[in-house]
């Protein structure tokens, strides 16, 4: 419900988290992972839509946080199957956190008429 309110209120895109979410989901099936487990099991949902939606460590563009997404979805995936920890969306996130000034500058368009 939280969610929902967010996305509808437009406090947040939808971006992040289905790139996020969808990202496991891929993996799960590549993997022979029980996808209901991985999707409902842990905080993936909390922290799809609340944690990494955070408007200060998050990419600006819509590619940049699409490119988040799946960046936190690929390491919240490889910790779960080869890590020792049960959950990894936090440090997913916090992980990916780093490189959001980088996403930053490489996925902002070009101004319009710039070389």
Not at 54 to 71: H, L, M, N, Q, R
Not at 89 to 105: G, R, S, T
Request: proline content about 4%; some cysteine; charged content about 10%.
């Amino acid at each position: 419900i939280g969610a929902c309110f967010l996305l509808i209120r437009k406090v947040i895109t939808w971006h992040i988290p289905v790139s996020y979410i969808l990202t496991v989901i891929i993996l799960s099936g590549i993997f022979n992972q029980n996808i209901l487990i991985q999707i409902m099991a842990g905080g993936l949902i909390l922290g799809a839509f609340f944690m990494a939606t955070d408007y200060v460590t998050s990419p600006i563009t819509k590619k940049g946080k699409i490119i988040f997404g799946i960046g936190c979805g690929i390491i919240t995936f490889l910790i779960r199957l080869k890590g020792g920890y049960p959950e990894g969306v936090c440090y997913a996130i916090l992980f990916m956190n780093m490189f959001v000034p980088l996403i930053d500058k490489y996925s902002v368009p070009r101004k319009f008429g710039a070389k």
